[in-house]
Nanobody
């Protein structure tokens, strides 16, 4: 099964940018759709974005549309989340996840998860 490791989290100021990476252990990363989710303290895990196996299709949550960009490099077995125009309400632990099919916003449809990386945005 694929194992995922996130990196790139940290502290940013409002209006700033961060780029999250998700490294996959398996060379067949191209067989999986990838998603990003986030969870703030006391809140449920929230869908952020997802990308198809080939990288040709993407879906975003309304809250991040136009600010965040999801991408996938199958040759490098790595996925990315470029976050621009950060807001304090983007503060959360961000998780990448892999699924066998593309398009779901539900965490239950993603069998494989990373450990998460903290993103904190100060005002």
């Amino acid at each position: 099964q694929v194992q995922l490791v996130e990196s790139g989290g940290g502290l940013a100021q409002a209006g700033g940018s961060l780029r999250l990476s998700c490294a996959a252990s398996e060379y067949t990363f191209s067989n999986y759709a990838m998603g990003w989710f986030r969870q703030a303290p006391g809140k449920e895990r929230e869908f952020v974005a997802t990308i198809s196996r080939s990288g040709g299709g993407t879906v975003y949550a309304d809250s991040v549309k136009g600010r965040f960009t999801i991408s996938k490099d199958n040759a490098e077995n790595t996925g990315y989340l470029q976050m621009n125009g950060l807001k304090p309400e983007d503060t959360a632990v961000y998780y990448c996840a892999a699924a066998h099919w593309f398009g779901s916003r539900s965490p239950s449809d993603y069998p494989y998860w990373g450990q998460g990386t903290q993103v904190t945005v100060s005002s």
